[in-house]
């Protein structure tokens, strides 16, 4: 009996992990505009010129050169959408203060990368875009993710224009699946054991074995292109026809190496060719 079972588990087990795996059924039509133009990493940013990431001015030169654009979201304490990448603004406002414990109104009183340049509005930077270029929105972990998807969701009915939504937590592209199923979906990913070692070993686990797509079923997963042969995304890649964006691309030679695998190409600190 015992060893009855033990042959049942060897057997559904890899069955049961490639099912957990699976993205959702092939939508690639709906991701060809983002194989067109290049997507620019928060913005087409460049600190020697004074323009930050993440900032208007990022977005606007973005879409003078025809770029697409990546940008990161999160909630201020007030409600607020807003476009910011860290959980901190130390990095890029020299103030040991957590965003989300903000109200809009305080964060105004920051500049980014000692600029004239302020932490924007989601409002501000769609009324730049207006449709012009593509736009892959990320929804930030911290703080109230779930409510920040469902607010960036809700304001993207009236929106005219392409864009597709990612994270990195799984929940919030299953809340994506379940609430607007025609929204292009994605989940971000990586090698945890590479990237951040300190975690419990079941977090980087699950985490890096992306097993959650079975509840989110991405349809494109944007992975850091130099982990590109970790198992089960190259797994993945290999049983299932699904988009792959790679992040972040940071020169040329990066990019021309990604070709193999990935199709939507994420890039900052250069001009692509």
Not at 57 to 63: G, P, S, Y
Not at 132 to 158: D, F, N, Q, Y
Not at 235 to 244: A, G, H
Request: glycine share 4%.
């Amino acid at each position: 009996m015992i060893w009855m079972s033990i042959v049942l588990i060897i057997f559904w087990a890899p069955l049961l992990y490639l099912w957990m795996l699976g993205p959702n059924k092939p939508r690639l039509k709906a991701m060809r505009p983002f194989e067109k133009t290049y997507i620019a990493h928060r913005g087409l940013h460049d600190a020697s010129k004074g323009i930050p990431e993440n900032s208007l001015k990022a977005f606007r030169r973005a879409v003078k050169y025809g770029y697409g654009m990546e940008m990161d979201l999160q909630l201020t304490r007030d409600g607020k959408l807003v476009v910011f990448h860290d959980k901190s603004l130390e990095r890029m406002c020299g103030v040991k203060r957590n965003l989300t414990d903000l109200t809009y109104e305080e964060l105004q009183k920051y500049s980014l990368e000692g600029t004239q340049e302020k932490i924007p509005l989601f409002d501000e930077v769609l009324e730049i875009v207006a449709g012009k270029v593509p736009m892959i929105i990320e929804i930030k972990s911290e703080g109230h993710c779930i409510r920040a998807t469902k607010m960036a969701c809700e304001r993207l009915r009236t929106y005219k224009g392409i864009y597709c939504i990612e994270s990195f937590h799984p929940a919030c592209v299953w809340w994506v699946r379940r609430h607007y199923p025609k929204i292009p979906r994605g989940q971000l990913c990586m090698n945890y054991f590479v990237e951040e070692p300190d975690k419990p070993f079941y977090q980087k686990l699950v985490m890096t074995s992306m097993v959650f797509n079975c509840f989110s079923r991405p349809d494109f997963i944007a992975y850091k292109h130099s982990h590109k042969d970790q198992f089960s995304y190259k797994l993945l890649r290999k049983i299932y026809r699904v988009e792959n964006a790679a992040w972040t691309i940071e020169s040329q030679q990066q990019m021309d190496e990604a070709r193999d695998v990935f199709r939507v190409m994420i890039f900052e600190g250069f001009i692509p060719r």
